[in-house]
């Protein structure tokens, strides 16, 4: 029996030990000999469609050696996120550029620096083998993987693991990622599976849930506290989805921005009682579209945010700033529709409101949202799922922003709704709450 059957059929840690690692495994990957295939302009200028589905490629790659420090895990599933995007635009550089440094760091590091780059920042999946350091985890568990890839041995980590020197996104500033049948990861990566959810369901949330999570309840974040309204742009995709559901859970009051009737109705049943819908608006970027939103949000709430929940960027920041109210904040994480952001800086100032960076999550944050989930206090916001061979499609629906909350890709997995243990939990959350988003 091949060791990936055997981690699918729930083998014995004994047996997986003694089956053999295989030389190649199947990934979605970019080739950095087309790097230029896009040619120079950014996305969306001059008319180029810079179509994810040329560059994404899913074959046989070759097996990497495992660090001391680190795991294989057999990929149940994993998911896409916007990263898997940015990587296959080659935007706003070519993640290759990533590998080459990371490829200067010695003999584990020049691992990663490979003409071919294995994308994926999420997955859950069963431990394989373990490096010869690894002390908390052994073949046989059953695992979700978190996305920070960080040098344990900066100091700054006692303090928090994001100030890393090197810190990384795995699967997308590093090699070897989750869209495949194995990933290899940092044991510093790794937390318990979800007992009742499938391995699509669990797959799906670390990196989008947990990036949310330090966004609004982390200390380094903007620190919610109960009855702050809470303005949430792309309520109903990756990060807004687990953002609405964090706010509600802290006795927030989530406001949520969506495009179109669909995503409307869809925020109404996560029970956000207060819905936007952007199509009404025709551009937000001067102050008369500002002014609009915020009496928008005020007719619907009765007064303005304390906390805008931001990842949208270039088009929506302007007005963030704008509608945050007096000493609120204004947290971003990201800039989908660009990265040179321009706002009136008055607004700022004289209303004495703060903008927050934010990224990813340390290993402690993302152990809290892990526990939120494995209690059925977060639902993953999974709606569709991919098989592998079909990545680059499922990877175009997020582009074409076609999608809705997380799009699942299976790994080894044969079918969905595999891998539940906890049937009881299962119930007592609910299908309904747990499948909302399918
Ligand atoms: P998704 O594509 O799943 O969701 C983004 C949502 O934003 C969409 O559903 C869409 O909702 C909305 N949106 C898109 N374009 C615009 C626009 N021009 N104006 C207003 N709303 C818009 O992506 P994610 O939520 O996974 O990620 C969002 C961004 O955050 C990405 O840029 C990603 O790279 C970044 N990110 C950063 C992380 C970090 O750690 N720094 C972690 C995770 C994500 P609708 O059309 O309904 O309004």
Redesign the pocket.
């Known amino acids: 029996m091949s060791l990936a059957q055997a981690a699918v059929d729930g083998a014995e840690p004994d047996e997986l030990l003694r089956l053999e690692v295989p030389t190649t495994y199947r990934a979605a990957h970019t080739l950095k000999d087309e790097v230029g295939m896009f040619g120079p302009l950014p996305h969306g200028t001059d008319g180029v469609d810079k179509d994810v589905r040329r560059s994404i490629h899913v074959g046989e790659v070759p097996m990497p050696e495992l660090a001391p420090d680190e795991v294989l895990v057999a990929v149940m599933a994993s998911a896409v ?3 898997t995007v ?1 990587s296959a635009m080659f935007e706003p550089i070519p993640t290759f550029a990533f590998l080459e440094r990371l490829g200067r760091q010695g003999y584990w590091g020049a691992r990663h620096n490979l003409p071919r780059h294995v994308l994926g920042s999420d997955c859950s999946g069963v431990i394989v083998r373990t490096g010869a350091t690894v002390r908390h985890w052994r073949a046989g568990d059953r695992v979700v993987v978190s996305t920070a890839y960080i040098d344990d041995q900066d100091p700054i980590v006692q303090h928090d693991g994001m100030l890393a020197t090197d810190l990384r ?1 795995w699967g997308f500033e590093t090699n070897f990622g989750g869209l495949a049948e194995f990933a290899v990861v940092k044991a510093t990566q790794l937390l318990p599976k979800p007992r009742h959810l499938s391995w699509e369901e669990a797959a799906c949330n670390m ?2 849930a947990s ?1 949310a999570y330090r966004m609004l309840v982390g200390s380094r974040g903007s620190c919610m506290k109960q009855g702050d309204v809470v303005l949430i ?8 989805a687990y953002g609405v559901q964090l706010v509600k859970n802290g006795g927030g009051i989530p406001v949520g ?4 009737e669909r ?1 409307a109705e869809l925020l109404h049943r996560l029970g956000c009682p207060y819905v936007v819908d ?1 199509s009404a608006f025709e551009h ?1 970027n001067d102050e008369k579209a500002w002014r609009r939103l915020g009496a928008e949000v005020r007719r619907l709430v009765g007064e303005d945010p304390h906390i805008v929940f931001e ?3 270039r ?2 920041f302007g007005a963030s700033v704008y509608v945050a109210r007096k000493g609120g904040s204004v947290v971003t ?5 660009g990265y040179a952001h321009e706002y009136d800086n008055r607004h700022l100032w004289m209303k004495l409101k703060r903008i927050i960076g ?3 999550a340390n290993y402690q944050e993302c152990h809290e949202v892990n526990r939120l989930f494995s209690l059925g206090m977060l639902q993953p916001a999974l709606s569709s799922v991919y098989p592998l061979d079909r990545t680059g499609d499922a990877a175009r629906a ?1 582009q074409l ?1 076609q ?4 799009v699942g890709v299976l790994g080894l997995a044969p079918a969905e709704d595999l891998g539940i243990e906890d049937y009881a939990l299962r119930e007592r959350v609910g299908e309904d709450a747990i499948r909302l988003f399918r």
């Open positions: 996120n916007y990263n940015w996104a990196l989008c990036t742009w792309g309520a109903t995709g990756g990060l807004g921005v969506v495009s179109s995503k952007r937000l990842h949208t960027g088009e929506t994480c990201g800039s989908s529709s934010s990224h990813g997020v922003n999608h809705i909350g997380k």
